[in-house]
């Protein structure tokens, strides 16, 4: 039993889609002229049983004998998702300033239309709900850093379909798409209160399939139960020998792949820190040093101090955020300037590398 749907059945619309049980009877004018992907369907001609090669139609558009229904353009989206770009081609005004407002924007509306809007290829629609998003976004976390409260808006639901999104569709910016990945680490695992919460961001990750967002994911899961810091404060023998079975009620719900891929993590993050940066050559020389005999040295004791922090990636943490400090090496040891995009870079390769290290053989 199919049925008209409530808003976006026009008794005057001239193109029928079937999405799920639902019929849309919407202007063919309107599709055309807001994206080339449906100016080109319609310009096809109209055969009497016709297969797009594009896979989602599986019929015909409308019989010449004003018979649509019979013969709708079937639509594998979500019934929501083309409710969201029906709305996005009937908006009034009034509804579109309203997304402006945070007490009225509908989000969850504007993340599908966006993303129906990217399929098929309206241009304007998907740039203007992605704009709302960004400007929102923007002014809760525009200054880059994860904020503690974020506005009951941005659910973890929402966060994780700006994050499938941002991947699917690419379109977004690279700092906008940094930033909801930041986000999604922290509402979703530094902040999950117990362990189906952390399941449920390993699953989400996990079907992404985004090796270095799931090396991040998985990072931020042993930080998040504590994993490195049980690790360095073990006192005495039999606490070494008990910490070989770390298993505790945050990690009860994981899947047993899950659990043993965190595990192999944390065994190649120790054993990492135990190859001292320090004793790594300091290559780099900036022609004005006048003092260079001295960076090798600072540049082993930078890395010293260092040699209480279990956790590998918040030892590079605290380093870059020192090296983008005052110069402590000395005026005339003008390589210390270097440091910072060393250790920029040292970063990218480490998170490069982290998801090999949550890998199962
Ligand atoms: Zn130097």
Redesign the pocket.
Known sequence: MLIEDENYYFKDGNCVFRVADYLFNIHRSLMAQESPFFERLFSLPQPETHNQKDGFLEARGISADGVPDSNPISCQDSVDSFRALCWGLYAKPIEVRAQDSPESVDLQRLVLLADIAHKYECRSLETWSTDVIQAHWSVDFGTGNATPTPRDMWTLDIIEQLVTLSIKNDTADIWFKKQIETQWLSCGIAKSTNSSGLRRALDFVDNLKIPRLRGLAYYHALKRVGLFSKAGSISDFSEIIGKCSIMDDSLSDLTREQYLALMRGLWCMVSLRCHSLSNMAFTR??PD?T??ST?QGAWSNFWTSYNSVFDFGEMLELALQRASGPNPWGSQ???WTLLKPEIEGMVNVFEENLSTYFDLP
């Open positions: 020389r900036r040093c003092w260079h960076c040891a003008r390589c």
